[in-house]
């Protein structure tokens, strides 16, 4: 088939796909009416803009970062705090579902809007991802996609230890076309405990992205669940940021149903584990420091859960791969 037929046939399938921004402004409003008891700091900007801040001086919590979780994924998903084994070493997960995966998934919660500033000197760089970014990234995923948002207020969630400067708060306004006091930011550390939850909760998207690395058609992709242990805080970054990797890429488990036909499936299957990248088996601190802290020198293909099912729907066949590391989790956690 032509590429542009079928990318025209992509696009015309996904018409009915909601506003993103619209769907997450009810979360939003939640997280600010709730903003006490959930020990959040809510306030505005120099621009006006809405600042939540989950885990920088606020104190968060589990909760603020499930909610977090959620804004990302659009309301179009749920994420739930749950316990497996009691007797597990780490046995309280987040699990996470969309009957909407590739738009709640890569068309929100993915972090893949490059935005930077400065303020006093200081720069600031930062990925920002959740519903503002289909209104105003100029990331070729959404053509891919065939979607962009449309709407009166936008939100934006930032992996950061510090509000966005005023230069970064202008230029998002200017992406979305909004003025900037339409606009919400929603940020938190690494290290904090919402930060923390956010990040594992990226179970499923994870396994999306690499899902489109491997070019598995996403109009295939009806379904789909993951789950990851939520690992201890650490206050260094590196370590924060190791710990939260490893609990997708040695403790993630993701299931996808597909559409497609069941060899498809079995590919996807035995492509998807995190065990098929060459840098697979060291906690990811180390990984990180083998490559002197480029993190573009790791194999991308180490970021996706540890162990998948990939069910077809046409036939019922469901086909696993990977398992959990639970000594690399242990190394890490520990």
């Known amino acids: 088939m ?35 008891a959930l020990r959040v700091d809510v ?3 120099p621009l ?28 179009l998903g749920r994420v739930t705090l749950e316990t497996t084994n009691p007797d597990s070493a780490w046995p309280f997960m987040v699990t996470v579902h969309t009957s909407q995966p590739v738009l709640a998934c890569l068309g929100s919660q993915y972090a893949g809007w490059s935005l930077s500033g400065e303020e006093n000197g200081k720069k600031y760089y930062v990925l920002g991802s959740g519903p503002a970014r289909a209104m105003g990234s100029s990331e070729k995923l959404f053509d891919e996609l065939g979607y962009r948002d449309e709407a009166s207020s936008a939100v934006l969630v930032l992996e950061a230890d510090n509000p966005p400067p005023k230069a970064l708060v202008k230029q ?19 290290s904090s405990l919402a930060g923390n939850v956010q990040i594992a909760a990226r179970c499923l998207e994870v396994a999306l992205h690499k899902t489109h690395e491997l070019h598995y058609p996403l109009e295939h992709i009806i379904d789909g669940i993951a789950t990851a242990p939520i690992p201890p805080p650490a206050p260094d970054f590196i370590a924060a940021m190791g710990r ?16 497609g036909d069941a060899k498809a499936a079995k590919k996807l299957a035995d492509e998807l584990p995190s065990l098929k990248s060459k840098d697979y088996g060291k906690p990811f601190a180390d990984i990180f420091a083998a490559v002197k802290g480029d993190f573009y020198a790791i194999d991308r293909m180490l970021f996706s859960p540890a162990k998948v099912t990939v069910t077809a ?22």
């Open 2 to 36: 032509d590429k542009a037929v079928k990318q025209k046939e992509i696009e015309s399938s996904r018409t009915d796909w909601p506003s993103v921004n619209t769907k997450a402004a009810p979360l939003v409003k939640a997280l600010i009416d709730d903003a006490e």
């Open 43 to 45: 306030s505005k900007g």
């Open 48 to 75: 006006g803009e809405c600042r939540i801040d989950c885990g920088v001086r606020a104190i968060g919590g589990l909760e603020a970062g499930r909610r977090m979780a959620e804004i990302c994924l659009a309301g």
């Open 172 to 190: 998002v306004a200017d992406a979305c076309k909004l003025p900037p006091d339409r606009l919400t930011f929603i940020y938190a550390p690494t």
């Open 244 to 259: 939260t990797n490893d609990a997708i890429i040695y403790g993630g488990r993701a299931q996808l149903y597909v559409s």
């Open 313 to 334: 729907l046409k036939t019922g066949e469901s086909f696993e791969a990977g398992h959990i590391d639970t000594a690399v989790l242990s190394r890490s956690f520990s």
